[in-house]
């Protein structure tokens, strides 16, 4: 696989970083979204990053320049035709991740491989929406994409070896390090340790045990974690977990996964507009 073009479907927090990262990496990329204004919010995004980088001798303001000149920005789902692999990095629900993979596996050549950074979900159901199932794989990149070293190439059940091994080969030449997940199960490596984590930190603030920077605090010198679980709820965005519990509670069919109660309150609380940013430290 000869990869020049990268597309990138989805100008969020992970879209935006994942085309930076390849657009550092020297490829061109191709940044989709639905609205012209989430891919300015995204552009934005990616000249902090950047402008953080200059400011730290990392990079020079040319070279930023040339960076941004890599990336082209659309709301036409037809000018991924171009790419050499795509990316999805929409919101985790599943319905609107086989939506786009139907429509791309319309526009793609037909070897083209479309990956699905989806944190949890099933690789092997979004597949099925194509007529490539073998060339479809999860490709799990961790926020910021541009700083976190892990990607977790997650197979489908119809994912084949070639696919795997490209998609290694692509995390590599963007100086990842990629591990594979040969079963595709909910939560993969990380997020099936993490989540069961998140949810005993939530019901140890339930039950009054500690507060929020006091778990945080134990957990960050006890386990040596660069970050507290309420931290990193907080910055990866407290609706993102409660997705995930709730898609990992159902394809288990276990209630280990649930989202806890307090996390269910904050949810809701949030889509009636009650909080600004609806994190925990917010809500102490």
Do not use: W
């Amino acid at each position: 696989m000869n990869i020049c073009t990268v597309g990138v479907v989805g100008a969020g927090a992970m879209g935006s970083g994942i085309a930076n990262l390849a657009a550092l990496s020297g490829y061109q990329v191709i940044l989709r979204d639905v609205e012209k204004r989430f891919l300015d919010n995204g552009l934005t995004r990616i000249e902090k990053f950047m402008d953080k980088s200059v400011a730290k001798g990392k990079i020079t303001e040319s070279e930023k320049e040339e960076v941004l000149n890599r990336i082209t920005t659309t709301i036409d789902l037809e000018v991924l035709k171009d790419a050499d692999i795509v990316i999805e990095a929409i919101i985790e629900d599943l319905d609107a991740k086989k939506s786009v993979f139907r429509e791309l596996d319309r526009i793609l050549e037909e070897d083209v491989i479309i990956a699905t950074n989806t944190s949890s979900m099933s690789i092997s159901e979004i597949a099925g929406s194509t007529n490539r199932a073998d060339r479809v794989a999860g490709l799990h990149f961790f926020n910021p994409a541009q700083l976190m070293k892990l990607v977790e190439v997650v197979r489908g059940y119809y994912t084949s070896d070639a696919t795997v091994e490209e998609l290694n080969t692509f995390a590599k030449s963007l100086k990842k390090e990629p591990v594979v997940v040969n079963k595709d199960t909910p939560g993969f490596i990380v997020n099936r340790i993490m989540i069961p984590q998140f949810i005993e930190a939530i019901k140890l603030l339930e039950e009054g045990v500690a507060s929020p920077a006091d778990i945080d605090k134990a957990v960050k010198l006890g386990l040596n974690y660069p970050m507290g679980p309420f931290e990193l709820q907080d910055y990866a965005g407290v609706d993102i977990g409660y997705y995930v519990m709730e898609y990992m509670a159902k394809e288990f069919n276990d209630t280990r996964f649930a989202p806890p109660m307090l996390l269910k309150q904050m949810i809701r609380a949030n889509r009636l507009g009650k909080k600004s940013n609806g994190g925990f430290y917010e809500y102490e």
